[in-house]
């Protein structure tokens, strides 16, 4: 069964860090594009970071560039992203994803183009 299941979300106060994991069994990420996906209250899912290449090639959402990183682990299966100077405005089901037809365009942050989704991991920010 494919699965990709995230951990580390959590309350913390504005400031702080988190460290969100997501870990993918039966499938792998080679030739897939990987990435982190969130949704906030009310509005859109988005792309938050993303690794859309074999040449490791990132994205960041303008939102969150210079505070968020995103790494992998290819011999885990596994994707990370370490998110420091939290605000607020982070608050949001974060989703782990995967995607060949994301990997093929080269558009990591094509919604439609991730083929697995985890079930989600809540970020609450406090102030």
Same mark, same amino acid.
Request: with cysteine; hydrophobic share 35%.
């Given at each position: 069964? !494919?699965?990709l299941?995230? %951990?580390?979300? #959590? ?5 702080? =860090?988190?460290?969100?994991?997501? $870990?993918? /069994? ?15 209250p009310?509005?859109?899912r988005?792309? !938050?970071?993303?690794?859309? %290449?074999?040449? #490791?090639?990132?994205y960041?959402?303008? =939102?969150?560039?210079?505070?968020? $990183?995103? /790494? ?45 989704w ?10």
């Amino acid at each position: 069964e !494919v699965q990709l299941v995230e %951990s580390g979300g #959590g309350l913390v106060q504005a400031g702080g =860090s988190l460290r969100l994991s997501c $870990t993918a /069994s039966g499938f792998t990420f080679d030739d897939n594009a990987i990435g982190w996906f969130r949704q906030a209250p009310g509005k859109e899912r988005e792309a !938050v970071s993303c690794i859309g %290449s074999s040449d #490791g090639s990132t994205y960041y959402a303008d =939102s969150v560039k210079g505070r968020f $990183t995103i /790494s992998s682990d290819s011999a885990k299966n596994a994707v990370y992203l370490q998110m420091n100077r939290l605000k607020p405005e982070d608050t949001a089901v974060y989703y782990c994803a995967a995607g060949r037809l994301a990997y093929i365009l080269g558009a990591c942050t094509y919604t439609n183009g991730m083929d697995y989704w985890g079930k989600g991991t809540l970020v609450t920010v406090s102030s």
